[in-house]
Nanobody, 125 residues
Framework: VQLQASGGGSVQAGASLRLSCAPSGRTFNKYAMGWFRQAPGKEREFVAAVGWGGVATYYGDSVKGRFTISGDNAKVAVYLQMDSLKPEDTAVYYC???????????????????WGQGTLVTVSS
């Protein structure tokens, strides 16, 4: 079971990037999917999640209004549209899957069951 994150890169502040997370080995159409990020020397931070059923969405305070999480109906892939990027958004971004109706906060990384390898986003000023 793998989650393949892609779409990272180096951009200027104010630019946009779109990250993708594509599962392999199984389908995640009943899973909640989330994005987290980790900057050097910092703890892993919640970015966004889409809940079971693909309707409800959740965002970390630092990205609200700038980032949008979405996915196709079959959860073949989950996307993170990142607009108005700032230097403080620089981090390795990870996608993760949370099995159906597992308890705990969507923003808590320990409640997720599967993780991708990460994709680096660098935003320069």
């Amino acid at each position: 079971v793998q989650l393949q994150a892609s779409g990272g890169g180096s951009v200027q502040a104010g630019a946009s990037l779109r990250l993708s997370c594509a599962p392999s080995g199984r389908t995640f159409n009943k899973y909640a999917m989330g994005w987290f990020r980790q900057a050097p020397g910092k703890e892993r931070e919640f970015v966004a999640a889409v809940g079971w059923g693909g309707v409800a969405t959740y965002y970390g305070d630092s990205v609200k209004g700038r980032f949008t999480i979405s996915g196709d109906n079959a959860k073949v892939a989950v996307y993170l549209q990142m607009d108005s990027l700032k230097p403080e958004d620089t981090a390795v971004y990870y996608c993760a899957a949370k099995r159906p109706f597992r308890g705990g906060d969507f923003g808590d990384p320990v409640t997720y069951d599967y993780w991708g390898q990460g994709t680096l986003v660098t935003v320069s000023s």
